[in-house]
């Protein structure tokens, strides 16, 4: 869809800046044509600044620079959504976000994971392992998670957090390709703790 950089007399459009993985909100700024230009050239974000008067990239002092993953406009063509991965604190103050939020939580990765795992299925590529995986079938990839969910419970007896962890990502990766295999979302899982949730 078209940016209307005319609706407002001084030309500028509000751009909401949202942290890619965390689904936070970063921050708001203002941009003119010459600044959303300059943003999808360079891949960080610029913004039209109101008080210097002049073109203005974030973290062009800080070095905090947000690196644009996702440009996004909504229904009336006048304000921007722009999906990014902060380098560092985004507000001046050295907050995560202007809004005084603590940015975490990568959750939204999982969502993106999925649809990678997806595409293996669908277009499989010749040396993936997901590929081979969903090649073999649903009896090797449940037994994929039980394998890994035993190896996770193994090294939750030890000390080691760092092999904890990768037995952990291990076992949640072949159970995404498992949900995948069923042709079930990782949403209805989620919808599905959250009907528990609220009992």
Not at 48 to 60: I, N, V
Not at 147 to 174: P, T
Not at 183 to 192: K, R, S, Y
Request: charged fraction near 25%.
């Amino acid at each position: 869809m078209k940016i209307d950089f005319t609706k407002n007399t001084d030309g500028l459009v509000p751009a909401v800046i949202q942290d890619a993985e965390t689904g936070k909100v970063l921050m708001l700024g203002y941009m003119n044509q010459e600044a959303y230009d300059k943003t999808q050239q360079e891949g960080v974000v610029t913004f039209y600044s109101r008080s210097k008067q002049r073109l203005w990239t974030k973290g062009e002092t800080s070095n905090n620079f947000l690196h644009v993953r996702e440009i996004m406009v909504d229904c009336d063509g006048d304000t921007l959504l722009i999906k990014a991965q902060p380098a560092g604190p985004t507000c001046h103050t050295g907050a995560d976000t202007c809004f005084n939020e603590v940015n975490q939580g990568k959750g939204l990765f999982l969502n993106y994971l999925q649809a990678v795992i997806r595409d293996r299925k669908q277009n499989p590529t010749e040396g993936s392992y997901t590929a081979s995986l969903f090649k073999k079938g649903v009896n090797k990839i449940a037994q994929k998670v039980g394998e890994e969910a035993v190896e996770l419970v193994i090294e939750a007896k030890d000390a080691n957090d760092d092999l904890f962890k990768g037995e952990a990502a291990d076992l949640l990766y072949h159970y995404l390709i498992l949900l995948e295999q069923k042709n079930i979302d990782l949403d209805d899982i989620i919808a599905v703790l959250q009907q528990r949730h609220a009992k």
